[in-house]
């Protein structure tokens, strides 16, 4: 018994040991989506996408979050645990903003994107999207996008552009 609790130790410390090298998730990066300067948390591995904007009680007004996956696919979210009122939009590996869909508090309805072909997703508050007239076919700078997901600690080989 006192083998697998110091097994454990160890293993939760080197844990913590690969957690502390990389950027953490709060730190916050500039982005920019058509003429809209932005900023976001990024997510990309597995435990921070589930916990996504979870049990905050607000966003900044140009802050959100943004989602990279490694691979195109058909986007599913939900609104467990999550008290704000979100737009989510959803990105092709061009950086073309394809999909935009509100999201409610606490609603654990999934919202899944019509497309299959999709890379990222940008979580911001509800209507961020169209006060700043963002709208179906608008792009975000890549050349940053680039910059702040590898500032991240995302692998260049796994970023499509």
Known sequence: MLFLVFGCSILFGCAET?????????RWMPIKLSDSEIEVQIAFKTEEMAR????????GENRGMLFFYHSPKQMS?????????????????????????????MDERSVKS?????LI???MNQHWYSKNRIKIGDQLDL???????????????????
Do not use: C, H
């Open 121 to 123: 997703a940008i979580e």
């Open 18 to 26: 690969d957690q502390s090298k990389s950027i953490p998730l709060s």
């Open 77 to 105: 979210f939900w609104m467990r645990n999550t008290k704000i009122e979100l737009d989510i939009g959803f990105f092709t590996a061009d950086g073309i903003l394809r999909e935009v869909y509100p999201m409610y508090p």
């Open 114 to 118: 019509r497309r299959d072909d999709l």
């Open 52 to 59: 996504g904007i979870m049990f905050r009680e607000s966003l």
């Open 143 to 161: 050349d940053i996008l680039k910059q702040a997901l590898l500032a991240r600690g995302v692998e260049q080989r796994t970023i499509p552009f």
